[in-house]
């Protein structure tokens, strides 16, 4: 449910949450994403961090510049302020991907799972636009909505020690793009050359919670010009 008005909690001494309902949905999502939206552009506010989450902000500030009830009252204010529907309006980001073989192993038994071709579950996973709800678990992980149920399935019931960078998988009801190299055990239906998180770059965050996030379907050839990183 959407709330008809934010709830503020104390985190801590110096943190408050700021929810906007308790479902994990595009309605709230896209509170979420607007609230942070009103909190980056306020340079007026002595806060430290901003953290947005499926359905609520932590807020965290600096107890040094101002106290617990004054930036109570601003962030009530502030949560009041936005308009009573909309949608998330961040960037849309286009990710490539290599589907099926050995950048995605576990296509061809996904597709035979849900009596669909490969090309089907392609067709259905890159005509979606997924907005990213969240960032967490490990830097540059993107917590996407908007799986199509007829392409979910749970997690392979013994992980993967090494799962490569770049790897889009799904699990359960959810898709998401491996931005290390690390074990996992989401179902691997492709590759993406581009680094979703590179601590090289100005800002090495390739997504962000309010952008939305379109798969492109290439071939081998157009991935490896593009960086990817060759099969082990």
């Known amino acids: 449910m959407l709330y008809p008005e934010a ?10 949450s700021v929810e906007f309902g308790d479902e994990i949905s595009q309605a709230v999502a896209a509170k979420v994403a607007a609230f942070t939206a009103l909190l980056d552009a306020d340079d007026t506010l002595p806060l430290l961090e ?42 849309t980001v286009e990710i490539p991907v290599c589907y099926g073989g050995a950048y995605g192993p576990d ?27 969240m960032m967490g678990f490990m830097p540059g992980f993107a917590y996407l909505g908007g799986l199509d149920k007829r392409i979910a399935a749970p ?7 090494a799962v490569n960078a770049g790897s889009v ?48 379907p290439i071939n081998e050839q157009a991935y490896l010009d593009q960086g990817g990183e060759p099969l082990d």
């Open 7 to 16: 709830k503020i909690f104390v985190v801590s001494d110096t943190a408050y």
């Open 50 to 91: 901003i953290i947005p989450s499926y359905r609520a902000v932590l807020v965290m500030y600096n107890p040094l510049r101002t106290n617990a009830k004054e930036i109570a009252g601003q962030l009530k204010k502030m949560s009041s302020q936005l308009p009573h529907q909309g949608k998330i309006a961040g960037q």
């Open 107 to 133: 296509l061809a038994g996904l597709a035979a799972e849900k009596g669909l071709s490969e090309q089907e579950v392609i067709e259905i996973h890159s005509s979606a636009h997924y907005p990213v709800y």
């Open 155 to 161: 997690r392979l019931s013994i992980p993967r020690i």
């Open 169 to 216: 998988g799904i699990a359960g009801e959810q898709t998401g793009i491996y931005p290390l190299k690390l074990p996992g055990g989401w179902r691997l239906i492709g590759r993406t050359p581009l680094a979703l998180f590179d601590k090289q770059r100005p800002d090495p965050f390739l997504l962000k919670a309010g952008n939305t996030v379109r798969f492109v």
